[in-house]
């Protein structure tokens, strides 16, 4: 198996001084010093668990003889995808979003997981099934481009529709680029089925903080004045740094119930 990278673990991250520990564990916190005074925060800490969650949302994604972490099974069909017997989530966006990396990132704990890539161009794009024990599926849905063939798009519509166990949908945003012609065409699809989603911004890293904070600002305010269905506060996420990823595991374990209580920190 792979070895996992530095800073996958909390029991890493804590050893770090303060200020760098709240980068990597709560990024939009650590952003929100360099606001303009008075600029409403509310939104950036809706979601604020407290270690004994963090660990324990931690413990889930790491695999062991009775806890198994696997790659379950792919389809094209939301016919054809495992039994809905699980809570389930999913992670959308376009190619090159940084979705591998991501899902990579969140199962770096369990490093038998394979996260496949089918880039092929002209390859069929399929979901990808993960079971993370008996606690929760995850679904890596094929990335959707600026031309989707329509088979792609009726794949992915239908399985929001029809998905029955889905509890939330990460929709993943380019930290560099900011929401993108067909990022709002996904965010229409979701409002327009009514679906509960998540909007993630990658690759944190890669932006500068007067980028990152433009594009943390407009979404944000997109989200507020033109979303229904959409959490209110963004999740930032570097899969290199590992930034946001430990909460990220966090809200996943909560969306799917398998945190009864999020205590605040
Ligand atoms: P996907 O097509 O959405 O699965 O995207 P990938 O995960 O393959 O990432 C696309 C490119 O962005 C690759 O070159 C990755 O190395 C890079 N990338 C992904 N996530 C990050 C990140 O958090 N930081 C940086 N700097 N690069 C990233």
């Known amino acids: 198996g792979r070895v996992a990278p530095p800073l996958a673990a909390l029991s890493q991250v804590l050893r770090l001084e303060r200020s760098r520990r709240t980068a990597i564990v709560f990024p ?6 360099h606001l303009a005074p008075g600029t409403d925060t509310a939104r950036f800490r809706l979601f604020q668990p407290g270690l004994a969650a963090l660990q324990r949302a931690e413990a889930l994604f790491r695999s062991d003889r009775g806890h198994p972490i696997d790659y379950v099974s792919s389809a094209v069909r939301t016919d054809h995808a495992p039994p809905p017997a699980l809570p389930e989530v999913c992670f959308i966006g376009r190619s090159n979003v940084g979705k ?17 890539v089918s880039k092929t161009p002209g390859h069929t794009k399929k979901m990808n099934f993960f079971k993370v024990g008996k606690y929760f599926t995850l679904v890596d849905m094929p990335g959707y481009g600026y031309r989707a063939p329509q088979d792609f798009v009726e794949m992915v519509e239908a399985y929001l529709q029809e ?23 996904a965010v229409e699809m979701l409002e327009e089925f009514g679906i509960p989603y998540v909007m993630v911004l990658t690759k944190i890293d890669r932006a500068s ?15 507020k004045k033109g979303t229904q269905g959409c959490f209110p506060q963004l999740f ?7 930034s946001g990823i430990h909460l990220l595991r966090c809200f996943v374990a ?6 009864p209580t999020v205590e605040a920190s």
């Open 28 to 33: 939009l916190q650590k952003l929100e010093r």
């Open 100 to 116: 591998s990396s991501l899902i990579r990132a969140l199962f770096s704990l369990a490093p038998e997981v394979e996260v496949r």
């Open 163 to 185: 998905r029955r166990n889905l509890k939330r949908t990460f929709l993943l945003v380019d930290g560099v680029v900011g929401l993108q012609k067909t990022d709002h065409i």
């Open 209 to 223: 903080r007067g980028v990152l904070l433009k594009n943390v600002l407009e979404i944000q305010e997109f989200v």
């Open 236 to 242: 930032l996420v570097s899969s290199v740094e590992f």
């Open 254 to 259: 909560h969306v799917t119930g398998n945190l």
